[in-house]
């Protein structure tokens, strides 16, 4: 079911958004050569309970996951690049790392998600990045009442195969509000004009994700973390956005 929030909901969703975004670049922060994965989640876990928040996480159990997920944040280096389960990996020089973080305040929802390099850069892996950068303000700035789903997604798309990526569609965008995925799926190639109206109210959250050199995916032995079929990297960006009568607005801003 596809729910419309009413303005003063909206600003009751802001501070989750505001607090998933200062997570983010608190753990992006502390992503240096030789930091633990799971030092990452700890740091995570740790800001949750400070703020008197509660995890999307750690119960999650979808049909897609071999077990509940156990930690607080999704940390997928290189040829990963969603819902990658953290353990006991001490990141390396040149590491791309997409984290992606979830949590509820005061029983509302936001979700976000950034990638970036750890060390030394490869420039193949800063172009991946600036263009996923790129995607999700195309696909954020299509969010305007009036346009469809479809705008976002072929927004998105463009930017992605304008500078040469393939596509995948099976993970996208998705509906958030009180619980972390709704409706509707927002996917990240698409025609213009099509789909769901953007009416205000709408609170979605726009990921685009690209791989290197592939579109398709494969499931590790942890149930969980999605690697590229050819091992080539991955990144990945994500903001929650509301609706409005004056256009998107988006909860997860980071300063």
Known sequence: ???LR??????????????????????AAAAKVGVNLLALDRLAHDMIR???AESCYIDYHPSFGASPFGKVICTSVNDAVLHGLPHDYA???????????????NGWVSDSALSIVVGTPREEDLALIDTTTRALAAGIAA???????GDISAAIAAVGHGDGYTINTDFGGHGVGRTMH????????GRPNRGL??????????????LHTTDRIVTDADGWTLRSADGSRGAHMEHTVAITEDGPRILTARD
Do not use: C, Y
Not at 91 to 105: E, N, Q, T
Not at 143 to 149: E, L, R, S, V
């Open 182 to 189: 709704g409706d509707p799926h927002v996917p990240n190639n």
């Open 197 to 210: 109206p953007l009416r205000p109210g709408l609170v979605i959250a726009i990921e685009p994700w690209f």
């Open 143 to 149: 969010a305007q009442p009036g346009n469809k789903i």
């Open 6 to 27: 009413t303005p003063a909901e909206i600003e009751q969703m802001a501070p989750a958004g505001k607090f998933v975004a200062s997570v983010l670049t608190a753990t």
């Open 1 to 3: 079911m596809i729910e």
């Open 91 to 105: 990141l390396r020089d040149g590491d791309l790392l997409s984290l992606d973080f979830a949590a509820s305040v």
């Open 50 to 52: 400070e703020a008197g």
